[in-house]
Protein backbone atom coordinates (compact mmCIF):
# COMPACT_ATOMS: atom_id res chain seq x y z
CA UNK A 1 0.00 0.00 0.00
CA UNK A 2 1.14 3.46 -1.07
CA UNK A 3 1.19 6.11 1.48
CA UNK A 4 -0.87 9.25 0.54
CA UNK A 5 1.40 12.84 0.29
CA UNK A 6 0.68 16.04 -0.52
CA UNK A 7 2.95 18.48 -1.72
CA UNK A 8 3.08 22.19 -1.25
CA UNK A 9 5.04 24.53 -3.35
CA UNK A 10 6.15 27.42 -1.67
CA UNK A 11 8.02 30.66 -2.11
CA UNK A 12 9.12 33.54 0.18
CA UNK A 13 10.38 36.81 -1.11
CA UNK A 14 12.51 39.39 0.59
CA UNK A 15 11.43 43.34 0.20
CA UNK A 16 8.51 44.74 -1.35
CA UNK A 17 10.09 45.62 -4.52
CA UNK A 18 9.37 42.10 -5.90
CA UNK A 19 5.44 42.01 -6.50
CA UNK A 20 5.66 44.30 -9.72
CA UNK A 21 6.87 40.78 -11.35
CA UNK A 22 3.46 39.51 -11.00
CA UNK A 23 1.76 42.10 -12.61
CA UNK A 24 -0.95 38.94 -13.79
CA UNK A 25 -1.29 37.22 -10.34
CA UNK A 26 0.85 34.77 -8.34
CA UNK A 27 1.88 32.17 -10.48
CA UNK A 28 -0.06 29.11 -10.23
CA UNK A 29 2.17 26.60 -9.70
CA UNK A 30 2.59 28.09 -6.31
CA UNK A 31 0.36 27.34 -3.21
CA UNK A 32 1.90 29.40 -0.43
CA UNK A 33 3.56 32.80 -1.11
CA UNK A 34 5.08 34.80 1.83
CA UNK A 35 7.13 38.01 2.58
CA UNK A 36 10.25 38.47 4.28
CA UNK A 37 10.47 42.23 5.52
CA UNK A 38 10.96 42.92 9.09
CA UNK A 39 10.49 47.03 8.36
CA UNK A 40 6.66 47.01 8.20
CA UNK A 41 5.12 49.13 10.90
CA UNK A 42 2.38 51.92 10.15
CA UNK A 43 3.68 54.39 11.88
CA UNK A 44 7.27 54.75 11.08
CA UNK A 45 8.41 56.77 14.61
CA UNK A 46 6.17 54.23 17.01
CA UNK A 47 8.04 50.51 16.57
CA UNK A 48 5.19 48.54 18.30
CA UNK A 49 4.51 44.54 17.66
CA UNK A 50 1.02 45.47 16.77
CA UNK A 51 2.13 48.19 14.41
CA UNK A 52 4.60 45.21 12.84
CA UNK A 53 1.51 43.51 12.06
CA UNK A 54 -1.15 46.25 10.66
CA UNK A 55 1.68 47.42 8.58
CA UNK A 56 2.19 43.82 7.24
CA UNK A 57 -1.20 42.85 6.80
CA UNK A 58 -2.18 46.19 4.87
CA UNK A 59 0.32 45.47 2.43
CA UNK A 60 -0.44 41.58 2.38
CA UNK A 61 -4.63 43.18 2.29
CA UNK A 62 -3.51 45.85 -0.62
CA UNK A 63 -0.67 44.36 -2.50
CA UNK A 64 -0.30 40.33 -2.30
CA UNK A 65 -3.90 39.51 -1.54
CA UNK A 66 -5.61 40.80 -4.95
CA UNK A 67 -2.72 38.70 -6.63
CA UNK A 68 -3.88 35.08 -4.99
CA UNK A 69 -5.63 32.68 -7.01
CA UNK A 70 -8.52 30.52 -5.47
CA UNK A 71 -6.18 27.78 -4.56
CA UNK A 72 -3.17 29.84 -2.88
CA UNK A 73 -2.85 30.93 0.36
CA UNK A 74 -0.19 32.87 2.41
CA UNK A 75 2.32 32.25 5.17
CA UNK A 76 3.61 35.03 7.66
CA UNK A 77 7.41 35.37 8.47
CA UNK A 78 7.44 37.51 11.64
CA UNK A 79 10.42 38.48 12.94
CA UNK A 80 11.26 36.71 16.33
CA UNK A 81 15.08 37.84 17.13
CA UNK A 82 16.73 39.94 19.77
CA UNK A 83 20.25 41.59 20.47
CA UNK A 84 22.91 41.79 22.85
CA UNK A 85 24.41 45.01 19.94
CA UNK A 86 25.42 47.68 22.32
CA UNK A 87 25.50 49.92 19.41
CA UNK A 88 22.74 53.08 19.89
CA UNK A 89 22.38 53.37 16.38
CA UNK A 90 24.42 52.41 12.83
CA UNK A 91 22.79 55.39 10.60
CA UNK A 92 21.31 55.33 8.13
CA UNK A 93 19.92 52.13 7.87
CA UNK A 94 19.52 51.38 11.47
CA UNK A 95 18.84 55.06 13.50
CA UNK A 96 17.07 53.67 15.99
CA UNK A 97 19.60 50.80 17.16
CA UNK A 98 17.55 48.05 18.78
CA UNK A 99 14.75 50.23 19.83
CA UNK A 100 13.27 48.89 16.68
CA UNK A 101 12.94 45.77 17.98
CA UNK A 102 12.69 46.19 22.10
CA UNK A 103 10.82 48.11 23.87
CA UNK A 104 13.90 49.93 25.65
CA UNK A 105 17.38 48.87 25.65
CA UNK A 106 17.62 45.65 27.63
CA UNK A 107 18.00 42.49 26.03
CA UNK A 108 14.72 41.42 28.12
CA UNK A 109 12.79 43.77 26.64
CA UNK A 110 13.85 42.67 23.27
CA UNK A 111 12.18 39.11 24.65
CA UNK A 112 9.38 40.92 25.65
CA UNK A 113 8.68 42.52 22.65
CA UNK A 114 9.04 39.67 20.49
CA UNK A 115 6.99 37.42 23.01
CA UNK A 116 4.17 40.54 22.03
CA UNK A 117 5.17 40.51 18.48
CA UNK A 118 4.68 36.67 17.95
CA UNK A 119 0.92 36.71 19.57
CA UNK A 120 -0.46 39.77 17.60
CA UNK A 121 0.85 37.53 14.06
CA UNK A 122 -0.80 34.53 15.43
CA UNK A 123 -4.26 36.65 16.33
CA UNK A 124 -3.86 37.61 12.47
CA UNK A 125 -3.26 34.16 11.17
CA UNK A 126 -6.05 32.58 13.32
CA UNK A 127 -8.77 34.74 12.23
CA UNK A 128 -7.57 35.28 8.59
CA UNK A 129 -8.61 32.21 6.17
CA UNK A 130 -5.61 33.38 3.38
CA UNK A 131 -2.86 32.48 5.95
CA UNK A 132 -1.95 29.00 6.05
CA UNK A 133 0.83 29.26 8.75
CA UNK A 134 3.69 30.98 10.21
CA UNK A 135 7.42 30.81 9.65
CA UNK A 136 9.29 33.02 12.39
CA UNK A 137 12.29 33.78 12.01
CA UNK A 138 15.59 32.95 13.74
CA UNK A 139 15.53 29.97 15.85
CA UNK A 140 19.04 29.60 16.63
CA UNK A 141 21.44 32.18 17.55
CA UNK A 142 24.61 33.89 15.94
CA UNK A 143 27.78 36.55 16.50
CA UNK A 144 26.95 39.99 16.47
CA UNK A 145 27.83 40.76 12.65
CA UNK A 146 26.88 37.46 11.04
CA UNK A 147 23.14 38.62 10.54
CA UNK A 148 21.87 42.20 9.93
CA UNK A 149 22.47 44.82 12.44
CA UNK A 150 20.20 44.10 16.03
CA UNK A 151 19.41 40.47 15.05
CA UNK A 152 21.52 37.98 16.32
CA UNK A 153 19.53 36.55 18.90
CA UNK A 154 17.20 33.67 17.80
CA UNK A 155 14.13 32.09 19.89
CA UNK A 156 16.38 29.42 21.29
CA UNK A 157 17.62 31.90 23.56
CA UNK A 158 14.84 33.88 24.64
CA UNK A 159 12.42 32.93 27.21
CA UNK A 160 9.19 34.58 26.49
CA UNK A 161 9.69 34.85 23.11
CA UNK A 162 10.12 30.68 23.00
CA UNK A 163 7.29 30.36 25.50
CA UNK A 164 4.73 32.50 23.08
CA UNK A 165 5.45 30.37 20.19
CA UNK A 166 4.83 27.18 21.72
CA UNK A 167 1.84 28.63 23.64
CA UNK A 168 0.63 29.61 19.92
CA UNK A 169 1.96 25.92 18.81
CA UNK A 170 -0.26 24.18 21.26
CA UNK A 171 -3.40 26.54 20.05
CA UNK A 172 -2.73 25.55 16.52
CA UNK A 173 -2.65 21.80 17.48
CA UNK A 174 -5.75 22.23 19.33
CA UNK A 175 -7.79 23.73 16.53
CA UNK A 176 -6.87 20.86 14.24
CA UNK A 177 -7.47 18.08 16.50
CA UNK A 178 -11.06 19.47 16.92
Known sequence: E???????????EGGTGWIKSFPDGIPTELDIISLDDYYMWTNTTA???QGQV?????????NLYPLLHPHQSVYLVPGSFATHDPRPSI????PYGNLKFCYNKTFES???YMADQANAFAEWAFEDTRVA???????????????????EVGVAD?????????AIHDRIVEAVLI
Open 158 to 166: MPKTQAAWR
Open 110 to 112: CDD
Open 54 to 62: DGHRKWYEE
Open 2 to 12: YAKYNLVTWEN
Open 133 to 151: GIAPWHWDSRQIGIVTPFK
Open 91 to 94: PPSY
Open 47 to 49: HSP
